[in-house]
């Protein structure tokens, strides 16, 4: 299976902040790389596919990037909706792994 | 708009199999290029990928669950569900059935729906 690493695997933000997320997957995965935003209680939401094409309807302070293997969801001047957890997922071959996620909460 | 909606029983007994249901609307469940997912996620924990079903029928699930699941589909009814067997306390979580393509990720979930394996 790919594995997917995820950190930090939490981190207190202000409102008004820059955030940066990053996911390592195992080996080479091209760029089929999901990220999802999850508040509590509710499903998984589509941020961003393709590593960094952001999904309709999502804010542009949200934006993907890859290196190599590394990947990296940056949120721009962070908003009160946007502390959740946060997640990266691989699409590249199943079994369809994700990252650990990532508790963004309020400083 | 498609949107999904899972039902199941809640509770299930220690070596019983569970049953889910995902019922489609707004667009139907065959043709197309979609995947339909079932993930879980235990209370407190990260998300799992269960396994697929896809518009051709093809399966496709997650080695970790060492054969126990099955993934159908009614068009009849435009569902698709979920049989896990020998379930074990372990298999406690959310259920959410998702679909998309794969290449632009899974971008329609339903709600979820709590299992919960206890005798």
């Known amino acids: 299976d790919i594995q997917m690493t995820q950190s930090p695997s939490s981190l207190s933000a202000s409102v008004g902040d820059r955030v940066t997320v990053t996911c390592r997957a195992s080996?080479?995965?091209?760029?089929?790389l999901n990220w999802y935003q999850q508040k509590a209680g509710k499903a998984p939401n589509l941020l961003i596919y393709?590593?960094?094409t952001l999904q309709s309807g999502v804010p542009s302070r949200f934006s993907g990037r890859r290196s190599g293997t590394d990947f990296t969801l940056t949120i721009n001047s962070l908003q009160p909706e946007d502390f959740a957890t946060y997640y990266c997922?691989?699409?590249?071959?199943?079994?369809?792994?994700f990252g650990q996620g990532t508790k963004v909460e309020i400083k | 708009q498609v949107q999904l909606q899972e039902s199941g029983p809640g509770l299930v007994k220690p070596s019983q199999t569970l049953s889910l249901t995902c019922t489609v609307s707004?667009?139907?469940?065959?043709?197309?290029?979609?995947?339909w997912n079932w993930f879980r996620q235990p209370p407190g924990k990260g998300l799992e990928w269960i396994g697929y079903?896809?518009?051709?029928?093809?399966?496709s699930y997650n080695p970790s669950l060492k054969s126990r699941a099955t993934i159908s589909v009614d068009t009849s009814k435009n569902q698709f569900s979920l049989n896990l067997n020998s379930v074990t306390a372990a298999d406690t979580a959310v259920y959410f059935c998702?679909?998309?393509?794969?290449?632009?990720?899974?971008?329609?979930w339903g709600q979820g729906t709590m299992l919960t394996v206890s005798s």
């Open positions: 998702a679909t998309g393509l794969v290449w632009t990720g899974f971008d329609i």
């Open positions: 707004g667009g139907s469940i065959s043709g197309g290029d979609y995947y």
């Open positions: 079903i896809y518009s051709t029928g093809d399966t």
């Open positions: 080996q080479s995965i091209g760029t089929h």
């Open positions: 393709a590593a960094s």
């Open positions: 997922q691989q699409s590249y071959t199943t079994p369809w792994t």
